[in-house]
């Protein structure tokens, strides 16, 4: 049940490889909220043959790179090493993926982290606060309201046993795309692959919380003040959805043209118009649904002009 990609970069030097699993936000609930991004976080310290010191160890001795991260619709793990040690990191790899670890300290610490300065910060963050402003008001039943990091009320409750749990029931090669770039024999890596994970074995994957959510019927406004000099501004539509296999690329173009360098940094930053510090426009194509935000700083003296630019 696995999908496997690969792709030989001749004379690269080094393998690339990514595996990535339905999960993240949409599929978890009010309860739940927060746990793929503590699993995405703590999986990979240590496995049951490797504890985590060994394990850094010797991906250290290959100069060999580990990641994982949990996003709105998907979790990740990714590798890099060099192309004569691929045997070496792929089963390196191989333990980490089937046999972790997923031990109580790493979770504690992880959590500590969370509540005693993700959470804190996020509070005093401009960008954090209209961002979770921005996804509480746009969206009412899809799980896009949630952040990915969770709140306190939920990370403080999550055991070492539900990231187990979790871990297990979504770690399958059924819900899994593995893609391998980079300075290989195609054959004899999908060959490598298929010993390795050869005995990983299927599981019912749960269905996501995504839902179709209706359209905004009437523009909303919220405004929040702090002791900052300077006033922090995002407007936001609600936009398509990634199943938009058309309209999705206008957008893209769209947003390309308006933000990032585009007229939006055209008016408001360059030559006398020195209005914003920063100003980017971005879509979110996401499952079921989806928005376009722009988001700003401005002097509140500005403010009249700025938002008449935008508008």
Same mark, same amino acid.
Request: hydrophobic share 35%; aromatic share 10%.
């Given at each position: 049940?696995?999908?496997?990609?690969?792709?030989?970069?001749?004379?690269?030097?080094?393998?690339? +490889?990514?595996?990535?699993?339905?999960?993240?936000?949409?599929?978890? $609930? $009010?309860?739940?909220?927060?746990?793929?991004?503590?699993?995405?976080?703590?999986?990979?310290?240590?496995?049951?043959?490797?504890?985590?010191?060994?394990?850094?160890?010797?991906?250290?001795?290959?100069?060999?790179?580990?990641?994982?991260?949990?996003?709105?619709? &998907?979790?990740?793990?990714?590798?890099?090493?060099?192309?004569?040690?691929?045997?070496?990191?792929?089963?390196?790899?191989?333990?980490?993926? +089937?046999?972790?670890? !997923?031990?109580?300290?790493?979770?504690?610490?992880?959590?500590? +982290?969370?509540?005693?300065?993700?959470?804190?910060?996020?509070?005093?963050?401009?960008?954090? &606060?209209?961002?979770?402003? +921005?996804?509480?008001?746009?969206?009412?039943?899809?799980?896009?309201?949630?952040?990915?990091?969770?709140?306190?009320?939920?990370?403080?409750?999550?055991?070492?046993?539900?990231?187990?749990?979790?871990?297990?029931?979504?770690?399958?090669?059924?819900?899994?795309? &593995?893609?391998?770039?980079? $300075?290989?024999?195609?054959?004899?890596?999908?060959?490598?692959?298929?010993?390795?994970?050869?005995?990983?074995?299927?599981?019912?994957?749960?269905?996501?919380?995504?839902?179709?959510?209706?359209?905004?019927?009437?523009?909303?406004?919220?405004?929040?003040?702090?002791?900052?000099?300077?006033?922090?501004?995002?407007?936001?539509?609600?936009? !398509?959805?990634?199943?938009?296999?058309?309209?999705?690329?206008?957008?893209?173009?769209?947003?390309?043209?308006?933000?990032?360098?585009?007229?939006?940094?055209?008016?408001?930053?360059?030559?006398?118009?020195?209005?914003?510090?920063?100003?980017?426009?971005?879509?979110?194509?996401?499952?079921?649904?989806?928005?376009?935000? &722009?988001?700003? $700083?401005?002097?509140?003296?500005?403010?009249?002009?700025?938002?008449?630019?935008?508008?």
């Amino acid at each position: 049940g696995l999908t496997l990609l690969l792709k030989r970069v001749p004379d690269y030097g080094m393998v690339d +490889l990514a595996a990535a699993f339905h999960g993240g936000v949409i599929y978890e $609930d $009010d309860q739940t909220s927060g746990l793929f991004f503590l699993m995405a976080n703590t999986f990979w310290r240590g496995t049951r043959s490797r504890p985590f010191q060994q394990l850094m160890q010797e991906m250290d001795d290959l100069g060999m790179e580990f990641s994982a991260e949990s996003h709105n619709n &998907i979790y990740n793990m990714k590798l890099r090493c060099l192309a004569s040690d691929q045997e070496q990191a792929f089963g390196i790899f191989k333990d980490i993926l +089937l046999d972790p670890a !997923i031990e109580s300290q790493w979770i504690d610490r992880v959590k500590m +982290l969370l509540l005693t300065r993700v959470f804190p910060n996020q509070s005093v963050q401009p960008t954090e &606060i209209s961002q979770k402003v +921005l996804r509480n008001t746009l969206y009412k039943s899809h799980p896009y309201r949630r952040q990915r990091f969770g709140s306190a009320e939920t990370v403080q409750g999550f055991t070492a046993d539900q990231v187990r749990a979790l871990y297990e029931k979504f770690t399958r090669p059924n819900n899994c795309v &593995i893609a391998v770039y980079g $300075d290989i024999d195609p054959d004899q890596t999908e060959a490598l692959l298929r010993k390795n994970l050869g005995g990983w074995e299927k599981g019912e994957i749960p269905a996501s919380g995504s839902v179709d959510e209706p359209l905004l019927t009437e523009p909303i406004t919220v405004e929040l003040t702090n002791q900052q000099v300077r006033t922090n501004y995002r407007v936001a539509w609600r936009a !398509i959805s990634r199943q938009d296999k058309v309209d999705r690329h206008a957008l893209s173009v769209m947003g390309t043209i308006i933000g990032a360098s585009g007229w939006l940094h055209a008016r408001l930053r360059e030559g006398s118009a020195e209005y914003v510090y920063s100003v980017y426009g971005q879509p979110y194509t996401g499952d079921k649904a989806g928005h376009y935000f &722009i988001d700003t $700083d401005f002097s509140p003296k500005d403010e009249k002009e700025v938002l008449a630019i935008v508008d």
